[in-house]
């Protein structure tokens, strides 16, 4: 498949099955250690909202958890209250305490030309497919990769 080709193409159109199964998936309450293990064999993680669901509330990848592990500065105090994220500090426990809440997306309905636009404006190496806020797959840019040599 050439480039223009797939550009044109919907994105349900490149999503196997598979895939949509094999997504690294875990919820916001879970431990951060739960986190940290998906993200030894993985490089993110996508939060849903609770165990069961698809909903999806956020991203961790493993430059959100390059921060945590770097040593740490005091933590920073706002009216009395720490608001710094930090393993030495505990204050980074579950998902929903590292995770990224501002996530951008697509849709199955896109063209993969305007999903890989949004992924070089971002600087994002990979986008959730989103439908009715459920996630549903993703695309990468090794999945795009692959696609263009035909492995997949």
């Avoid at 490089?43 to 959100?64: A, F, P, Y």
């Avoid at 992924?119 to 990979?126: D, K, Y």
Wanted: proline fraction near 3%.
């Amino acid at each position: 498949m050439d480039l223009e080709e797939l550009h044109q193409k919907k994105v349900i159109n490149i999503i196997d099955e598979k895939q949509k199964w094999n997504l690294p998936i875990a919820e916001k309450d879970a431990d951060i250690k739960d986190i940290l293990s998906i993200l030894s064999g993985r490089d993110h993680v996508w939060i849903v909202e609770k165990k069961g669901s698809r909903r999806l509330c956020g991203v961790v990848t493993e430059n959100d958890v390059l921060r945590l592990l770097a040593p740490s500065r005091l933590p920073k105090y706002m009216f009395g209250k720490r608001y710094s994220i930090s393993f030495l500090h505990g204050t980074a426990k579950k998902a929903k305490d590292i995770m990224n809440k501002h996530i951008i997306k697509c849709s199955p309905e896109d063209s993969v030309g305007d999903a890989l636009m949004r992924m070089v404006n971002a600087g994002l190496r990979r986008l959730p497919v989103v439908e009715n806020d459920e996630i549903i797959g993703e695309i990468t840019t090794h999945y795009i990769i692959q696609i263009l040599l035909g492995k997949r």
